[in-house]
């Protein structure tokens, strides 16, 4: 597929229009859906989810999302994703799909052609991910890779709310010999996504779910203690999360290994805007920033944030870029304006000090 950059293309207009209209696209597909199919037009769905007209609404920016780099995996993804934890919430199998099509619907009606042909096109290949089979994610947990067992025992003492008994196993690990990289793929990575998909699943509550992230907060910080002091020439990597990315547990993993590999990291948090990058820059060399974005509702923002260091420090400082998305569609990297991107810790180091060596 034909990758598209030019900010005056239809990709770029499509997705404005798409946003700035968002919440009136959603209305006319829930009355269209009241009209047609009364009954999931008077839907509630279930409290963990918005009602349909944000529920809707939601739609509308994923699709924005996906259309501005013109990537329909992106919304496949996220359309997949909804569907499954509809499936496991009693949501009628045809909310999803009846509202989906009258969503193409509305915009075919409302959007110049252009930019009508290009949405429609979108949701068109999204629908097949609603007729097709449901795939459920596997279990993350195996007990056949290393450290297997231990990821499976932190599970069962975060869903037993067991959290001392999570952190003396995670001191004995360390005890043990298993180093900070080990523990980010092989047990706290493991347990993240099974609590995840747990959720996604309608197995456990958010809580549940919550509760295990704070834990792995914990553990983050007793192995931020771990770390070496970087020497006084170690080259300084800025990391952080865009404006609108409230997750940032990955990106410490990435930023421990960094200092593990020598570098000084200079982690600022999730949620951090643009406009605060001037900043950032303001008074510290900076020799990589590290941008997070986990979703691709973060997408716009994180092209945003890569144009803004771009015109802050003159293109000198290398970019890299990771997440959820870029799994999703690789050559996102070279949409967003970056210099390079990895969809795992390993990755990430591997392409930073590759970056830094420049």
């Not at 009606?109 to 596997?138: C, F, K, N, S, W």
């Not at 947990?141 to 003492?157: T, V």
């Not at 200092?259 to 948090?269: E, M, N, P, S, T």
């Not at 509702?297 to 003159?314: F, N, Q, S, Y």
Request: hydrophobic share 50%; aromatic share 4%; net charge negative.
């Amino acid at each position: 597929m034909t990758a598209v950059t030019d900010p005056t293309s239809t990709c770029r207009l499509t997705a404005n229009l798409l946003r700035q209209s968002a919440r009136a696209y959603a209305s006319a597909t829930l009355a269209r859906l009241a009209a047609v199919a009364p009954h999931l037009g008077a839907l509630a769905l279930p409290s963990s989810f918005a009602e349909p007209a944000a529920d809707l609404e939601v739609r509308v920016l994923q699709l924005a999302a996906a259309v501005e780099f013109d990537r329909p995996a992106l919304l496949e993804h996220n359309l997949a994703w909804y569907r499954v934890a509809f499936h496991h919430r009693q949501v009628p199998a045809d909310y999803l799909l009846r509202s989906t099509e009258l969503l193409a619907a509305v915009l075919g009606d409302e959007l110049p052609p252009a930019a009508a042909a290009l949405a429609r096109r979108h949701l068109q290949i999204g629908l097949m991910v609603l007729t097709g089979p449901l795939r459920e994610p596997p279990s993350h947990l195996r007990l056949d890779r290393p450290h297997g067992r231990a990821a499976a025992e932190l599970a069962l003492a975060v869903l037993e709310n067991r959290g001392d008994d999570a952190m003396a196993q995670v001191r004995s690990l360390l005890q043990a010999g298993v180093g900070i990289p080990a523990l980010h793929d092989e047990v706290l990575g493991p347990v993240l996504r099974e609590l995840g998909r747990m959720w996604l699943l309608a197995e456990i509550p958010i809580a549940d779910e919550h509760f295990g992230t704070q834990l792995v907060d914990r553990v983050l910080w007793l192995l931020q203690d771990l770390l070496p002091k970087p020497p006084a020439d170690a080259p300084v990597v800025a990391t952080l999360g865009v404006g609108g990315n409230l997750h940032d547990l990955g990106l410490r993993m990435v930023a421990q290994r960094l200092a593990a590999a020598g570098c000084a990291v200079r982690h600022f948090g999730p949620n951090l805007p643009a406009s605060d990058l001037e900043w950032l820059f303001a008074d510290r060399r900076v020799d990589l920033v590290a941008l997070s974005a986990t979703m691709a509702l973060h997408l716009p923002a994180l092209a945003a944030t890569v144009a803004e260091v771009r015109r802050i420090t003159a293109g000198k400082v290398p970019v890299l870029v990771g997440g959820e998305p870029f799994r999703l569609a690789s050559d996102l990297v070279q949409l967003v304006g970056a210099d390079a991107g990895a969809v795992d810790a390993a990755g990430a180091v591997s392409a930073a000090l590759a970056l830094l060596k420049r």
